[in-house]
């Protein structure tokens, strides 16, 4: 079975630019979790699929940062416009079941993005 | 959201058995605890979860204290494979709540050949 997939890997950019990330969960996981992993420290939650809809965006800043799931299926995590703060790893996960307790959330290798 | 709290750093030597502790002072009732890890340059996966009673699987056990207060992941012989960060997490598994992970920093386990 293929785990969560995200691309690119690796990403620099200038500050002031647009960058996305894309993320393709496991195949029948309904639920799909964006976070962001700062150096040294544990991933936190910016954002939560269930299906469709953003059921819990209240950590994502809205200002410049936006993400879609078109279809429940892939989805898109997009910043613009960049600041040097954003430098971090952006993490996708996924859970296989909707509203029910899910115990386990897959993780992609992230992606690593450097602003200059 | 309840906290936990856990060592920065802990060294084992290979092939002998590792305890990581967690405190959880101010869990509630519905709080399940989870383990994550994670290997460098990956993100994190699960390892194990429970809620009052010890749990084992082929990973790893995990010893949860009497009043809930505290945990303790053992792995039973660590290999270099198990050098990872090690996260301590509580969810809240009700309907109204967010399922949702809070991961703190975790502990750095070295592991010695």
């Known amino acids: 079975e293929a785990g969560v997939v995200q691309s690119p890997r690796y990403k620099i950019i200038e500050k002031k630019q647009p960058v996305a990330f894309w993320c393709n969960p496991i195949s029948g996981h309904n639920t799909l979790y964006w976070y962001r992993q700062n150096l040294g420290q544990g991933p936190e939650l910016l954002i939560r699929y269930e299906n469709e809809e953003a059921v819990d965006d209240s950590q994502l800043p809205k200002d410049r940062f936006s993400a879609e799931r078109l279809k429940g299926v892939d989805s898109t995590l997009k910043i613009q416009p960049a600041e040097l703060g954003d430098s971090a790893v952006y993490l996708c996960?996924?859970?296989?079941?909707?509203?029910?307790?899910?115990?386990?959330?897959?993780f992609g290798p992230g992606t690593r993005l450097t602003v200059t | 959201d309840a906290k936990t709290t856990q060592p920065n750093s802990m060294e084992s030597n290979e092939e002998e058995p590792v305890h990581l502790p967690c405190n959880h002072s101010?869990?509630?009732?519905?709080?399940?605890i989870h383990w994550y890890r994670q290997l460098p340059s990956q993100g994190p996966e699960y390892v194990i979860h429970g809620l009052t009673s010890n749990v084992n699987n082929r990973m790893a056990s995990l010893a949860i204290a009497e009043d809930r207060k505290s945990s303790t992941l053992i792995l039973h012989r660590a290999t270099l494979r198990d050098a990872a960060v090690y996260y301590c997490?509580?969810?809240?598994?009700?309907?109204?709540?967010?399922?949702?992970?809070?991961f703190g920093t975790g502990t750095r386990l070295k592991v010695l050949a």
């Open positions: 996960a996924s859970s296989p079941r909707t509203g029910e307790r899910t115990y386990e959330q897959y």
């Open positions: 101010t869990i509630s009732g519905t709080d399940y």
């Open positions: 997490i509580l969810r809240d598994d009700t309907t109204s709540g967010t399922y949702k992970y809070i």
